[in-house]
């Protein structure tokens, strides 16, 4: 056997394993059921803002708190706290995904993630008399 | 009827729309030409095919600039009845930032891709000789498919491309929309949309151009293989191909780092590279290009790996393609920050990359037989062996790197439900960490092998000192450096300390090189120079994130314990809230927010935030420098802010400075009243978010804005202050006479609370004294910034410089020997011994 095939076959095995030890990290998207039942880890929780509930952002009280109520697609809605600012057009978004867990009752948030409204609807030109 | 509308262009979008078919059509033609002169083996017929090709391209060309120069003319003047004008720019637009409008959206970029491979085309016409015919027919094909990406025309109802000439009435979510009738419409559009912040920024007018040259580029060696392949000159096209792959690694390279630079300086995820997919989608071609370059190089010197020159030159445009579907596609919908419009390409955009992919690689299967090999083995004390194997390694951190940013697409191939992982850039880091170990190990080492063979006497004798020197330089790092991460645990600061190691070694190992085993001719260090730059990118970014420090860390304490437990490894609190005028604690900074400004003809507002640095001993000031992070405050259509960092930069370290929150200007004036108290020592004030209680005097108080002169006679009020989290202040309003007749007040103020406090009487008689209080209920005199400090960045960026000074000595090197024609038969190889 050649040397170069046996470095190849140790390439292809190294890549496998890498792939094999990566899939470990890999999350999936789960709804806030599903995250309450393995509370603690962290999870993928795709939905929308519930704007029946209150928003609450004070940076003079504190910079890294926000808090603010999401449904997810099985329509659960649950408190949840954002350890940081509150992101630019927060109000707007069509979509959010999350990334963090569960503890207790409320959805312990490192990450946001916002879905724009689609360009389309961006798009249309409003011609309001407001806006002339 | 026909509505006539009043005030339109509309020859400019005429004329831009004409070009544009035109330059598809050329294009095709250019192609099929081309296609028949490579065919046709008949002299007389093969060069009249030739000369109408040629013809076609330069039709080509001329059209395509000419489209760019109608776009631009319309983003200049401001025809917002333009769909991409009224879109992407606005009057107030200043005009360097017009050329960002211009590549803001798709059919800009295509435009610009395309426009860098008529320039390529331009040269390869009359430098390419005999290898003419068929590189360009492989790039007449690529123009052939990105002219109609711009194309706008349905086609048995599917539409191809998308008009950038396009009519605002006439764009599809217009339609039926009441305006549309009006005859005036155009007067009620004033302004445009106008263009997105975050792309308002001198790296968004260069880096875009760079990227796509080099995006335009990597057609060149694909073209090359692909022709080799085609006429069966399996060997002759690697040597012209040779320069051409250096320029597009070089450019690719610039124009990757280009967007790394933007993104510090003006985007505020903290850093220069986040393993976005947009970044990994330029960044893997540009890798599995450098290991053909390496294959390149030991199957010129050795004649081996050209079988795998061929996969990885093949592979690297295809991934090109694969970056530009996955990026424009709209399918990394949820897993980028980057926000693309999906134009309803998706399909051009798979048809493009597969009428690449699926040929090369169906070529390269039915002819690998016919690939010439050596048959001997490498040694392992080759250069070529380690080269190969160093491919291979750079193959890995592709597949990686692609294997994870492509969840969304597994997701839809094969209907999963997965998501990125959660902590996605210590994902990647932990891999890529390795990768990057052993890259430049082989970096350091493997200049000193020779091809074909080498006296192990000598390797160990070249290598022994630049090993030496590495390891204790190593060492003097570590711990001078205090190279201390143990955010992941102890196993990733072993690799961290290997890291280091690898990439120091790599920087003094080619140093070495270059004397010792170039006898110092730097002409043809290109190699050993590109490779010193890559050491210290290496070691720049092993420092510069391992070290990196938040400075903004919110000590308050605010809300409930438990806060910093288990979460604080992700969720340090890195926002801060800088009151204006009141000086904060941050890393060795007193920093103090001293208000906001604009400048009239820039849209951003410029605050103003000064840093002081003081000697604890006898406080005086070290240093001080103002910074002026910026942000768009309540865009057109937004709410919130889109902020630009900015930086102090040192020689060893940068500031780096930016907002994420400011108070909404329109709310509330602050129209508190103080409110007066008479207290006694041990009494209480109660307000609307806690109590405090006055505790006693103190007769040298202190008070940060109260300087003790002599002959003052001062007395300060303590006060404990109480939140409704029973957490614990204290506050200490000073009252003070001056030169025995003036009297003053020093107040106090609680900023997180928007409490202030003045003590404004003494009445010894009633043994009182006289404290105001105020709420500022709505108090919005404040900024929330982060804060970080980024050591030996330089590292990095000097280092990139040097990488790209390291691949233009190699071009030139190497188009000097192209051009001295040595005729290079098949299978004979000459062997050289320089890199």
Redesign the interface.
């Known amino acids: 056997m050649?040397?170069?095939n046996i470095?190849?076959l140790v390439?292809i095995a190294?890549?496998i394993g890498?792939?094999v030890?990566?899939a470990g990290?890999?999350?999936?998207?789960v709804t806030f059921a599903t995250a309450k039942e393995k509370e603690g880890k962290?999870?993928?929780v795709?939905g929308t803002l519930d704007k029946a509930q209150a928003l609450n952002?004070d940076?003079?009280?504190?910079?890294?708190?926000f808090t603010f109520y999401m449904k997810d697609k099985l329509g659960e809605s649950r408190k949840v706290i954002f350890?940081?600012?509150?992101?630019?057009?927060?109000?707007?978004a069509d979509q959010l995904?999350l990334?963090g867990k569960i503890s207790g009752e409320e959805f312990?948030c490192?990450?946001i993630?916002m879905?724009?409204p689609s360009?389309?609807?961006?798009?249309?030109?409003a011609?309001s008399t407001k806006k002339? | 009827m026909e509505t006539k509308y009043i005030g339109e262009h509309l020859l400019p979008g005429q004329l831009g729309h004409f070009f544009a078919v035109l330059s598809f059509m050329a294009s095709l033609v250019a192609t099929i030409a081309y296609f028949n002169a490579v065919r046709i083996k008949e002299a007389p017929l093969q060069d009249s095919w030739k000369k109408l090709a040629r013809y076609a391209f330069v039709v080509e060309i001329l059209s395509s600039f000419a489209v760019f120069g109608i776009l631009y003319y319309v983003l200049y003047n401001h025809f917002f009845e333009y769909k991409y004008v009224w879109r992407n720019s606005s009057r107030t637009l200043e005009v360097k930032y017009l050329l960002s409008s211009f590549w803001a959206d798709q059919e800009g970029s295509f435009l610009l891709w395309s426009l860098w491979h008529s320039v390529l085309g331009c040269i390869l016409m009359f430098r390419a000789k005999k290898w003419e015919a068929p590189v360009m027919t492989v790039l007449s094909f690529a123009q052939f498919c990105l002219a109609s990406m711009l194309l706008g025309i349905y086609i048995f109802g599917y539409r191809v491309g998308s008009n950038p000439f396009l009519l605002l009435r006439q764009a599809e979510e217009n339609i039926n929309l009441p305006w549309v009738s009006l005859p005036d419409y155009l007067s009620k559009i004033p302004d445009g949309n106008g263009l997105n912040p975050l792309l308002q920024n001198y790296w968004m007018v260069i880096h875009p151009p760079v990227l796509f040259l080099g995006f335009a580029s990597m057609i060149v060696p694909f073209a090359f293989a692909f022709g080799g392949l085609w006429t069966r000159q399996y060997t002759e096209w690697t040597k012209p191909a040779m320069p051409w792959a250096l320029f597009a690694g070089m450019i690719l390279g610039t124009g990757v780092m280009m967007g790394a630079a933007w993104a510090y300086e003006s985007l505020t995820f903290g850093g220069y590279w986040a393993w976005d997919p947009v970044e990994n989608g330029s960044l893997v071609p540009w890798i599995t290009l450098v290991a053909g370059i390496h294959t390149l190089l030991a199957y010129r010197s050795t004649g081996h790996a050209l079988k795998s020159t061929f996969f990885f030159f093949f592979i690297s445009f295809v991934l090109i393609l694969y970056a530009t579907f996955l990026t424009r596609s709209g399918i990394l919908g949820e897993t980028s920050v980057h926000s693309f419009t999906d134009l309803g390409m998706s399909g051009q955009l798979l048809v493009y990359m597969a009428v690449f992919t699926i040929p090369a690689f169906t070529l390269l299967i039915m002819r690998r037989k016919e690939i010439p090999d050596v048959k001997r083995e490498e040694s392992s004390y080759s250069r070529e062996f380690w080269l190969f194997v160093g491919s291979l390694v750079l193959l890995i951190a592709a597949i990686q790197i692609t294997f994870t940013t492509s969840i969304p697409v597994w997701n839809k191939l094969f209907k999963l439900n997965m998501a990125p992982p959660t902590e996605a850039v210590f994902h990647y880091n932990k891999i890529q960490i390795w990768v990057a170990i052993v890259l430049g190990l082989l970096t350091a080492i493997v200049q000193f092998l020779k091809y074909k063979d080498t006296p192990r006497k000598h390797v160990t004798q070249k290598l022994l000192w630049p090993t030496v020197i590495a390891l204790v330089a190593t060492a003097l790092i570590g711990w001078l450096g205090n190279i201390n991460f143990r955010a992941y645990g102890a196993g990733f600061l072993v690799a961290i300390y290997i890291m280091l190691f690898a990439s120091v070694y790599a920087i003094i190992a080619n140093t070495a090189y270059i004397f010792s085993g170039l006898k110092g001719k730097v002409r043809s260090a290109g190699a050993s120079v590109a490779h010193i730059g890559f050491g210290m990118i290496l070691l720049g970014v092993l420092i510069s994130s391992s070290k990196k420090e938040t400075i903004s860390i919110d000590k308050m304490k605010m809300i409930e314990p438990g806060f910093f437990g288990e979460q604080s490894k992700e969720n340090p609190r890195e926002n801060l809230m800088l009151p204006r005028n009141f000086p904060i604690q941050m890393g060795a900074y007193h920093v103090t927010y001293a208000g906001d400004s604009t400048v009239p003809g820039d849209p951003k507002t410029y605050y103003v935030v000064r840093y002081e640095k003081k000697d604890p001993a006898n406080g005086a000031t070290l240093e001080s420098f103002t910074l002026y992070p910026d942000a768009f405050v309540n865009t057109k259509g937004q709410e919130g802010l889109t902020p630009n960092p900015s930086s102090r930069h040192y020689l060893t370290k940068d500031i780096f400075t930016y907002i994420t929150a400011v108070p909404r200007k329109d709310a509330a004036n602050d129209t508190a009243q103080y409110r007066t108290h008479q207290v006694q020592q041990g009494d209480s004030i109660f307000f609307s978010s806690g109590y405090m209680v006055f505790t006693g005097l103190q007769t040298q108080p202190e008070n940060r804005n109260y300087q003790a002169q002599t002959g003052d006679l001062a007395v300060g009020a303590k006060l404990q202050v109480y939140n409704k989290n029973n957490e614990q202040f204290t506050l200490q309003p000073v009252y003070y006479i001056r030169d025995s007749t003036y009297q003053f007040s020093v107040p106090d103020t609680l900023s997180p609370l928007s409490l202030y406090v003045k003590f404004s009487k003494i009445m010894p008689k009633d043994n009182k004294i006289e404290l105001e209080v105020k709420e500022g209920g709505t108090f919005d005199d404040y900024i929330v910034l982060k804060a970080f400090i980024f050591p030996y960045i330089n590292v990095l960026w000097i280092g990139v410089l040097i990488m790209i000074a390291g691949f233009v000595m190699s071009i030139v090197q190497r188009a000097k020997k192209t051009a001295e024609k040595v005729a290079v038969k098949s299978g004979k190889i000459a062997v050289s011994e320089e890199l």
Request: aromatic share 14%; net charge positive; proline share 4%.
């Open positions: 050649k040397k170069t470095v190849l390439v190294v890549a890498v792939i030890t990566m990290d890999f999350s999936t998207y962290e999870y993928h795709i952002y940076p003079v009280k504190d910079a890294n708190y350890y940081g600012t509150k992101p630019t057009d927060f109000e707007k995904v990334t312990h490192d990450k993630l879905k724009c360009k389309y609807k961006e798009d249309q030109v011609m002339m």
